[in-house]
């Protein structure tokens, strides 16, 4: 028996965890045709769960690193799966330092595949933002509802925060649509596999730090003009030493980026907000030096 009395052939998925393992074998396939690194690249699956497509990775002939916070399944891939092409890390992903692990495996970018855990998808997509420039691609099995907001055009209902920071550094594409039977436990909801394409900025950004504040600022309050979303955030970057007098109104700044603030968040394109943001920014920075 394994720790907490699981069997290791009779692994319940973990509330806690969110697990729902994926079993399609179909879709595992195509998954694993997703990912063939490179020669510079690291394989890095994101909870392997019981290991299906973990074994298919491996059958493919990838060096795969897999990392899994279950202890229980720790255990049971490492007495499954012993095999030189393949590295199990115990931990939370949400935590790993991806520079050091390719470091470690003396590679130059990250390939990462996983299905999932719809608690974490969130926060482990800010994750591959913060760390973009040591990821070439990712396959991700997300909840339908996040997919559509990643691959969103704007103008749509769906089209927000993600669609925007995440377009600024990634191509997105839906790859794969998977319904609730494709699982075990069946989640509530349908999922979709993304692949994001990593690469350089999409547009140029002189002040990179203002753009995050920006856009989250004005999908914040997503039904209100852009005029009343971004105000307080504009009266905000007002340096302490500016008389009201010197500080232009945000209309000004945003004719001088393109941008009609009678807009609402969701119709910029994020050429558009990276313009806005870095106008913001820099009229605010010669104010401050001018002071």
Not at 162 to 166: A, G, K, P
């Given at each position: 028996m394994m720790a907490?009395?699981?069997?290791?052939?009779?692994l319940r998925a973990r509330k806690r965890f969110g697990q729902h393992f994926l079993v399609d074998d179909e879709a595992i396939g195509n998954i694993a045709d997703l990912c063939r690194p490179?020669?510079?690249?690291?394989?890095?699956e994101v909870g392997p769960g019981k290991g299906a497509l973990t074994r298919q990775l491996l059958a493919q002939g990838d060096y795969t690193v897999a990392v899994e916070i279950d202890r229980d399944l720790v255990a049971l891939l490492s007495s499954q799966l012993r095999e030189e092409r393949f590295r199990l890390i115990q931990g939370d992903v949400l935590e790993l330092d991806f520079g050091q692990l390719l470091e470690e495996e003396k590679k130059e970018k990250l390939l990462v595949v996983g299905n999932?855990?719809?608690?974490?998808?969130?926060?482990?997509?800010?994750k591959l933002l913060e760390n973009a420039d040591l990821i070439s691609r990712s396959v991700l099995t997300l909840q339908r509802e996040v997919a559509s907001r990643i691959a969103a055009p704007p103008g749509t209902r769906t089209y927000g925060l993600?669609?925007?920071?995440?377009g600024m550094r990634a191509e997105s594409r839906i790859c794969l649509e998977l319904g609730s039977r494709a699982f075990r436990p069946r989640p509530k909801v349908d999922s979709s596999v993304v692949e994001l394409t990593f690469g350089e900025l999409r547009s140029s950004l002189t002040y990179p730090a203002t753009f995050q504040p920006v856009v989250r600022a004005a999908f914040a309050q997503r039904r209100k003009m852009l005029h009343n979303a971004l105000g307080g955030l504009?009266?905000?970057?007002?340096?302490?030493?500016?008389?009201?007098?010197?500080?232009p109104g945000l209309e000004t700044v945003a004719t001088s980026a393109g941008v009609d603030l009678s807009r609402r968040a969701e119709t910029l394109s994020v050429e558009e907000f990276a313009h806005l943001s870095d106008a913001m920014a820099r009229v605010a920075g010669q104010l401050k030096e001018a002071r």
């Open positions: 907490g009395g699981r069997h290791p052939t009779h490179g020669p510079n690249e690291l394989l890095l999932l855990p719809y608690n974490i998808s969130a926060p482990f997509l800010f993600l669609s925007v920071l995440l504009w009266k905000g970057m007002k340096p302490p030493t500016c008389s009201p007098d010197d500080w």
